[in-house]
C-alpha cells in the first residue's frame, strides 16, 4: 500500500508534468493526499483526468461569480478548485454560488474541503443528485447513490452554511450548571498555595 507521502510527491510531479505550475501542482497533490486519506479514489480521478487532457480541451474559470456556466467545455477542476480557495472570501458573501459543467468532479471536492476550514465554516455541495458535507476539512458526510463517481457534473451547488450550535440554550444552561458542582471553593490555603504565592515583590 502506497503511503500518503508517496501519494503526494507522486500526484505533485505529475501535474507539473502535464503543465500546471509548481504552486498548482502542491494544491492537486494536498487534494489528492487528502481524498485518499478520506478513501476517495483520488489517484485513479487524476490519472484519467490527465489522460484526457491529452485528447481533450478544458474551460478554464479564473473570476468566479453566483453562477458560472460554461457554454461549450467542460470546466477543468483544478483550476476551478484552485480559485475557488483564492477567492473563497469573497464567494462566501454570495451565500450559495452554481456551477455547471464540470469534468472530474471528485478533484474539486478537496478544494472545497480545504475551504471549509479557510473559513471556519462548513460547506454543502449538491452534485446532481448526490450531497457532501465537509466539516472544516476534518471530515467529509456524503450520500453518494452511485457505485462510480462520475466523470462529470452537470450541475454543481455550493451552499455556504452559518455556524450554529446543535443544542438549544436551555440545555446548554444545564450542563453548564452541573459543571459548577467540579468548581472548587477558595480558600486560605488554597490562597498560599496558588502560583506566585510567597513570592518577594521587589518592585
Known amino acids: 500500500m502506497r503511503s500518503l ?6 500526484s505533485k510531479r505529475a501535474s507539473r508534468a502535464v503543465g500546471f505550475s509548481w504552486g498548482e501542482a502542491e494544491e492537486v497533490a494536498k487534494g489528492i493526499r487528502l481524498l485518499e486519506l478520506f478513501g476517495f479514489p483520488g489517484i485513479k480521478n487524476l490519472d484519467q483526468y490527465y489522460k484526457d487532457r491529452k ?3 478544458y474551460d478554464i474559470l479564473t473570476s468566479i461569480k453566483k453562477n458560472n456556466k460554461s457554454k461549450k467545455l467542460l470546466f477543468c ?6 480559485n475557488f ?3 473563497i472570501r ?3 458573501k454570495f451565500k450559495k454560488c452554481t456551477f455547471e459543467k464540470i469534468a ?3 478533484l474539486f471536492l478537496s478544494f472545497l474541503s480545504r475551504g471549509s476550514e479557510i473559513i471556519g465554516k462548513k460547506i454543502l455541495l449538491k452534485l446532481d443528485k448526490n450531497q457532501f458535507l465537509f466539516n472544516f476539512n476534518i471530515s467529509i458526510s456524503y ?4 457505485k462510480k463517481f462520475p466523470s462529470t457534473a452537470k450541475k454543481i451547488e455550493v451552499t455556504f452554511l452559518d455556524n450554529n450550535d446543535l443544542f438549544t440554550d436551555k440545555e446548554w444552561k444545564n450542563l453548564y450548571k452541573l459543571s459548577e458542582n467540579t468548581f472548587v471553593e ?3 490555603s488554597l490562597k498560599k498555595g496558588a502560583a506566585g504565592a510567597g513570592l518577594t515583590d521587589n518592585d
Open 90 to 92: 469573497k464567494l462566501e
Open 5 to 10: 507521502s508517496e501519494i503526494e510527491t507522486i
Open 104 to 106: 472530474y468532479p471528485l
Open 55 to 57: 485528447k481533450k480541451s
Open 143 to 146: 450520500s453518494f447513490l452511485r
Open 186 to 188: 477558595e480558600t486560605d
Open 85 to 87: 480557495m483564492d477567492q
Open 77 to 82: 477542476p483544478i483550476v476551478l478548485g484552485v
